[in-house]
C-alpha cells in the first residue's frame, strides 16, 4: 500500500482519493514510461498502456527501463515497475501497436499520446478519435533540455484545435520545427534549429534526447492532469 501523507501540502486528502480512480490511456512507453512512474508515485493507480516495442540499449539514457530489460517488451518491464511501486495498483498493458481500432475506454477522461514521431498519421488520427470521445489528449515532447507539452481539449474552439492539431502532427519538419522554436528558449535555439536541420536533411532519423527532457515531460504532464481534474486553467502550450 502506498503512503501518500507528504503529498498532503498539494494534494489534499479527497483530491488524492479521486486521482486513485482516475483513470489514464497512455499510447507509447518510450517517453511514456517516464510519464507512468510520475503519475503512480503521485496517486494515480489505474493506467493503461499501449507500446509494441522492445527495450534497447539506446533507450536507457532517458526512458525509465534497466539493462536487465534489453530484450524485453517495454509494456511488460514497466508494468513489473509500476507493480513494484504499487502492488494494489489496476495497471493494463498491451504489447501492440496503437491503430484505429484501438480501444478508448469510456471512464478514461485523459489520453496521454507518446506515439513515436515517424507514425504521425496514426499519432493524429488517434487524437482526433480521442477528442471526439470527449477525451483530454496530452501530447508531449522530449527537446533534450526542455520538455514541451500541448494540451488539446474537446472543448476547444474548433479553429483553435484544427491548428494544434496541425502543427503538432505535421510532417513538414520546418513547420514544425517553426512552432516549437516559438516555445523554446533563446539560449537553447542554436541546438534546436540544428537538430531540425539534421533531421530534414536527412543526416539523422530520430530525435536527439535527453533523460532532462524525459523527467520534466513527466513532472508536467502530471501536474497538469492534477490541474486539469481540479478545472484549473492550463496552457495550450508550454515548455519548462
Do not use: W
Not at 478508448?104 to 504521425?120: K, M, S, Y
Amino acid at each position: 500500500m502506498m503512503d501518500y501523507s507528504r503529498n498532503i501540502t498539494y494534494i489534499e486528502n479527497d483530491l488524492q482519493a479521486r486521482i486513485k480512480k482516475e483513470h489514464i490511456l497512455i499510447c507509447g512507453a518510450g517517453l511514456g514510461s517516464n510519464i507512468s512512474e510520475c503519475l503512480v508515485r503521485t496517486g494515480f493507480n489505474r493506467l493503461t498502456i499501449y507500446d509494441y516495442d522492445k527495450v534497447e540499449l539506446s533507450n536507457i539514457n532517458r526512458q525509465n527501463y534497466v539493462i536487465s530489460d534489453i530484450g524485453n517488451s517495454k509494456v511488460d518491464s514497466i508494468l513489473n515497475r509500476l507493480k513494484a511501486i504499487s502492488p494494489k495498483g489496476e495497471f493494463t498493458v498491451f504489447n501492440t501497436k496503437v491503430n484505429n481500432k484501438t480501444d478508448i475506454p469510456d471512464d478514461c477522461n485523459f489520453v496521454i499520446n507518446c506515439i513515436d514521431n515517424d507514425e504521425n498519421d496514426v499519432s493524429e488520427n488517434f487524437t482526433v478519435r480521442a477528442l471526439k470521445n470527449n477525451k483530454t489528449v496530452i501530447t508531449p515532447f522530449n527537446l533534450g533540455y526542455n520538455a514541451m507539452i500541448n494540451i488539446l481539449t474537446p472543448d476547444m474552439e474548433k479553429n483553435e484545435m484544427n491548428r494544434m492539431i496541425h502543427h503538432i502532427y505535421n510532417k513538414n519538419i520546418n513547420i514544425l520545427g517553426e512552432f516549437i522554436l516559438l516555445y523554446v528558449p533563446e539560449e537553447r535555439k542554436k541546438k534546436i534549429e540544428i537538430i531540425i536541420k539534421n533531421i530534414y536533411d536527412k543526416n539523422i532519423n530520430y530525435y536527439p534526447q535527453m533523460s532532462a527532457g524525459s523527467n520534466k515531460v513527466a513532472a508536467e504532464v502530471c501536474c497538469s492532469v492534477l490541474d486539469l481534474i481540479q478545472n484549473i486553467k492550463r496552457e495550450n502550450i508550454k515548455v519548462i
